[in-house]
């Protein structure tokens, strides 16, 4: 959107106004990590004011930096103060953020930073900056997730503009060296090449921390996270290019293939996983989505990349370990997954939580009628 201000690393990511804040409603703004939403209030007034933004923009996947003044100066007065606000997402959030006096005497300005993470009864932190003629003020504030006990480590000392270091087993020159290099004169299409590299890097993430890659998340906001449709219809479209998020997708989607029934999760014996989320609900199972297994074509899409990786990568050593959950996911397909035996897919429902649709487009309304349409 146009009004948002959206920087991301695989399933950290904070969504916020053009001004970098984030104020608590019905919006999907904040700050994200594994799943769930950390921050939904993060505000930054001067002089009891938000800033008036003057320029604010996306530098990179990872950071984006605001520019702007006090909201009280006029239409072609020559702004006494600025603030820039520079925001890092790597495993958590850095916030650089510097206020500059301009004029030739002192000023003082209140710098006030509200959020719903302070202790209760004290929604923010204020302080009185006095700034000396051309003086300058800086700081910088950290917010770091806490998942599973395990507390994220920033890597802000480490974090500049145009100089990635995600959190990932692989670095961003890595995975940029990785791809095959193209060579022409269409400076559209060599931009397009690049971008849609940096796109897919992006999107990375480990949803198991013991996998030696990463793996695409579906997407901004809403999907980043672990889907069996997404991952393997990606991974097989990026073979040429980044064949290892295949390998990556095979050993998470195997690692995850269900065991047995599971009426609440959609669950058979030898199916590949359709969702895998870490949110409140599903940790208190309200949600069945720890996994949830109600899909229909991820199973025959995990055996298609399988041997399509195998064909690319020539790693036919891996590709051998997968040969159980293979077998697996080939008994589900002839028993659970075409139980009338007519060599057709059929799929039903057994989850009140489950989707109705399981096929490719999973909406509640892709399937209206008795014929399919």
């Known amino acids: 959107m146009a009004d948002e201000l ?11 106004d053009r ?41 990179d996947y990872y950071s984006a930096s605001v520019f702007g003044t006090l909201a009280s100066v006029s239409v072609g007065e020559n702004p006494p103060i600025s603030i820039r606000r520079d925001r890092f997402i790597a495993g958590g959030v850095h916030e650089d953020l510097t206020v500059q006096n301009h004029s030739d ?10 959020s719903d993470e302070f202790q209760v009864g004290e929604r923010s932190a204020r302080i009185e900056l006095h700034l000396p003629p051309r003086g300058t003020w800086q700081t910088c504030i950290d917010v770091v997730p806490v998942a599973d006990g395990t507390e994220n480590r920033l890597h802000h000392g480490e974090r500049t503009f145009g100089n990635p270091k995600p959190n990932m087993p692989t670095t961003f020159e890595q995975w940029m060296a990785q791809a095959p290099t193209l060579e022409t004169d ?13 796109d897919l890097a992006a999107l990375r993430f480990r949803p198991l921390k013991d996998l030696s890659f990463s793996l695409p998340a579906a997407g901004l906001p809403w999907f980043m996270a672990l889907f069996g449709r997404d991952s393997l219809i990606t991974a097989y479209q990026a073979l040429p290019f980044q064949p290892h998020l295949a390998r990556t997708s095979l050993e998470a989607l195997t690692a995850l293939q269900a065991t047995g029934f599971d009426d609440f999760r959609d669950a058979e014996p030898g199916k590949i996983l359709h969702e895998l989320r870490r949110g409140e609900l599903t940790m208190l199972g309200e949600r069945p989505h720890s996994p949830y297994y ?4 991820a199973t025959p899409l995990f055996l298609i990349l399988l041997d399509e990786y195998e064909r690319w990568a020539g790693e036919r050593d891996f590709v051998n370990t997968l040969k159980p959950a293979a077998m697996k996911a080939l008994e589900w397909i002839e028993r659970h997954g075409d139980p009338d035996g007519d060599g057709y897919l059929e799929y039903q429902t057994r989850s009140k939580e489950g989707l109705v649709n399981q096929c490719w487009k999973d909406s509640w309304n892709s399937i209206l009628f008795s014929d399919g349409t």
Request: charged content about 20%; overall charge negative; cysteine-free.
């Open 19 to 59: 001004a970098g804040d984030v104020e608590a409603g019905e919006m999907a703004n904040g700050f994200f990590h594994a799943d769930m939403r950390h921050l939904s209030d993060w505000r930054l007034l001067v002089d009891g004011r938000p800033v008036h933004v003057l320029t604010s923009r996306t530098v």
């Open 294 to 297: 109600g899909t229909h074509d």
């Open 105 to 114: 005497h002192p000023l003082t300005v209140a710098i006030e930073v509200l």
């Open 186 to 198: 269409n400076d559209v299409l060599r931009h397009t090449y690049r971008q849609s590299l940096i």
């Open 6 to 16: 959206t920087v991301l690393d695989g399933n950290t990511f904070f969504v916020s």
